[in-house]
């Protein structure tokens, strides 16, 4: 596995030459990487119309991971988000998207640029915001029932909280429809390299992202757009486009470095890598005195619910992906020390159990939609305290980050409901649409 952008930067920075060209740094440490931070100079390629070393790497990591066509991206997922949802709205006459409801922010911003509209899917029964697994029965119901057939299916899997939905079922129906299935799989890359492979475009997702940098060893930003090997839908044909329109012109190609060198990386070790890690995160699952309701590999999610030291990570030196005093998320990856492991291992250890009957989390609020998400994100905005909000149309989707999934979505109209979920995440002030 050859590692062309890498190597092309590695000479580049031996060869002495004068940077009379951009990055204004010329090279001079100042964080200490800047000898790597380079631009699109001579022999360098460029990201948006490849053909020389970005076309090389990229054509590696395709091949990697089994894929028609894989684009890198230095926006993370959200400019690969951004792009699914272009590169399926133009081949459509339709206007709506249907998607889970527990999409992080940046779909809704995408939506927000393409101006669709979504018709949301939500889980039976009652579920977490992070979590919303659209079963086979719910996506059947809502495809039947539809007047216009979405333009795309869009579903978050792994989600926020390591809950995996049904590829290979969502994909069999999607297929009967003739409707593209997208997936946000920002946590799961290294999917593709599990010993079953789990990745999306395995199961029969059409298109899908991934933050590379989330689970792989790749620098914050890194991450892909895959096209699935039977690119019904041609997608293939104009995702290097579509990633243009979404990013920068100058892309740090710190990044693209990373995910070159990423390759290599996969090629030589991940799979062993992967399995050692898998077994070390087993070992802390067997002694968790609380449930773990994770079902992906690499992330355990911990029910707090019953936990009276919840505080016991933050005293054994831990920092968790996530925790809303209900779900606590780590994410580990073979690049994690075996002291981390110790010490997760042993914060479970310390962890004092209640006999307490446990909280319900407030579930995932059904709002209506009163103008667009576009609408509302461009339209004059105001922040008002939480408690005033209710009747008025949320502006800017107004959540934390993690797990910034929509509490109200742009558009909708704010009621209690919503207002529960706000003071649970200790959010005070909101935007709303002016009056
Ligand atoms: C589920 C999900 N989708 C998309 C994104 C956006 O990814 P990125 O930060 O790589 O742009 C995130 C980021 O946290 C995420 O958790």
Not at 192 to 204: K, M, Q, R, S
Not at 287 to 313: G, H, W, Y
Not at 343 to 349: D, G, I, R, T, Y
């Amino acid at each position: 596995m050859n590692t062309p952008i890498a190597d092309f930067v590695n000479n580049y920075t031996k060869s002495n030459k004068a940077r009379l060209h951009m990055p204004g740094h010329k090279g001079v440490q100042f964080l200490g990487i800047e000898q790597f931070d380079i631009t699109e100079i001579k022999g360098a390629d460029e990201l948006y119309s490849p053909e020389g070393i970005i076309l090389q790497s990229e054509e590696n990591a395709s091949a990697l991971f089994s894929t028609k066509k894989t684009v890198y991206s230095a926006g993370g997922s959200s400019q690969s988000i951004n792009a699914m949802l272009y590169l399926a709205k133009i081949r459509s006459n339709s206007n709506t998207v249907f998607a889970a409801r527990n999409a992080h922010k940046a779909f809704l911003y995408a939506c927000a640029k393409i101006d669709c509209d979504i018709h949301w899917l939500y889980p039976e029964g009652s579920s977490h915001l992070c979590s919303c697994i659209i079963t086979d029965k719910i996506l059947a119901e809502a495809l039947k029932t539809a007047e216009t057939l979405p333009f795309a299916v869009y579903i978050t899997s792994p989600d926020y909280l390591g809950r995996m939905a049904d590829i290979k079922s969502l994909s069999a129906i999607c297929r009967q429809y003739n409707v593209p299935l997208l997936v946000d799989n920002a946590h799961g890359s290294y999917l593709a390299f599990c010993e079953d492979n789990l990745h999306p475009t395995a199961l029969g997702a059409d298109m899908c992202c991934d933050s590379a940098h989330k689970t792989l060893p790749v620098l914050t930003g890194g991450g892909y757009l895959h096209i699935a090997k039977d690119d019904l839908f041609y997608f293939s044909e104009r995702a290097v486009q579509a990633m243009e329109i979404f990013g920068s012109t100058s892309p740090s190609y710190l990044i693209l470095q990373s995910l070159d060198l990423c390759n290599k990386y996969i090629y030589e070790k991940i799979r062993d890598d992967l399995s050692a890690c898998q077994s070390k995160i087993e070992a802390i699952r067997s002694v968790m005195p609380v449930p773990d309701v994770s079902q992906e590999p690499l992330k355990i999610t911990a029910d707090m619910r019953c936990v009276a030291n919840k505080d016991v990570f933050e005293k054994n030196g831990i920092e968790p992906e996530f925790t809303d005093g209900d779900f606590t998320v780590f994410m580990l990856t073979p690049q994690n020390s075996d002291e981390d492991f110790a010490k997760l291992k042993s914060a479970f250890s310390q962890m004092q159990i209640v006999k307490i009957i446990c909280e319900n989390t407030p579930a995932i609020p059904r709002g209506v939609q009163k103008i667009t998400v576009r609408e509302a994100i461009f339209s004059q905005s105001e922040t008002v305290d939480v408690e005033k909000a209710i009747g008025r149309i949320c502006a800017a989707p107004t959540v934390s980050c993690p797990p910034a999934i929509p509490i109200a979505v742009s558009g909708e109209e704010i009621t209690t409901q919503h207002i529960e979920l706000f003071e649970k995440y200790n959010i005070n002030h909101i935007s709303v649409v002016k009056k």
